[in-house]
């Protein structure tokens, strides 16, 4: 048995495959970690989406801001869905779409495998969460999300503000804590996530850090797998491992083997920067 985590795929259904193929991955011996967007940009979201629901039994999904955005588009008239782009635009007038998009809005903003010794989500954690703490608030979001009252939430997903406060509730609750788990880059100590800041570490104002290493953040007992972040590239140290290497882009899919002593890396050509 191997359990790999695999950074964004964003519809890069090729790119998978071949990913698959060189680490031998056995649905009915392994398992694999998919750290969000799944979905959008690569031109092959409906095959890439149609792949891991074929494998769900043998994946741990968690939602990043793409799978969001295509779950709150979901919700839309038909003839707005027309307007998104090609790529999600196949997925929303598939033949399977709802069996597709219901099985995606049951999946977590935030897993964590005590037993592995690891715990995943798409963005980050402010940096006063511990993980308890992150995954009570995680579980507060998913368990509106998969019951009746999950268009209300999906239709008010949309927003920067406001900034996370503990006081929050309703609507501007649900954001906030949407919004860390798969939106965040950079912060301030105190927690308010900077969005307009997207570059590498180094480049980012004065006063604003990485959310994994912003001052006096709390200790956290076990490592966090994460994406999001194409431009920090492969990360590993300060409490994760961050995996989005830009496969969509025309850099490597990346995985990385979680069980064992030893952190294999293993990566194939992504996308064609050229393509699409």
């Known amino acids: 048995m191997a359990i790999w985590a695999i ?10 495959q071949r990913l698959l193929e060189k680490i ?35 994946c741990t999904v968690v939602l990043g801001n793409h799978d969001l955005s295509l779950l709150a588009i979901g919700l839309r008239r038909p003839e707005e869905q027309q307007k998104v782009n090609p790529d999600l635009r196949r997925i929303l007038f598939a033949s399977d779409r709802d069996v597709l998009l219901d099985w995606l809005r049951q999946q977590p903003l935030m897993h964590i495998d005590r037993d592995l010794g690891f715990a995943m989500l798409h963005a980050g954690i402010l940096p006063q969460w511990g993980l308890d703490e992150a995954r009570g608030y995680a579980a507060e ?35 906030a804590i949407i919004n860390v788990f798969s939106r965040m880059r950079y912060c301030t100590p105190g927690g308010r996530i900077v969005f307009d800041v997207k570059g590498m570490p180094g480049t980012q104002p004065a006063g604003v850090y990485p959310w994994f290493s912003a001052p006096g953040r ?29 496969c969509v882009w025309g850099g490597p899919l990346t995985a ?17 920067a050229k393509a699409g």
Request: proline share 6%.
């Open 141 to 175: 979001v998913e368990e509106r999300l998969r019951g009746p009252a999950h268009a209300k939430l999906l239709r008010n997903l949309y927003g920067d503000k406001p900034g996370w406060s503990p006081r929050l509730a309703g609507g501007d609750r649900w954001r």
């Open 24 to 58: 031998a991955f056995d649905p009915a011996r392994d398992r694999l970690w998919l750290c969000g967007d799944l979905v959008n940009r690569g031109m092959q979201s409906l095959e890439t989406l149609r792949l891991v629901h074929e494998l769900r039994a043998s």
């Open 7 to 16: 950074g964004d795929l964003q519809g890069c259904y090729d790119p998978l």
């Open 256 to 272: 990385l083997r979680l069980d064992g002593d030893e952190r294999r890396i293993v990566q194939v050509p992504g996308r064609d």
């Open 218 to 246: 709390v200790e956290r007992e076990l490592p966090i797998v994460c994406g999001h972040w194409s431009s920090l590239g492969l990360q590993m140290g300060m409490g994760i491992y961050a995996l989005d290497t830009g």
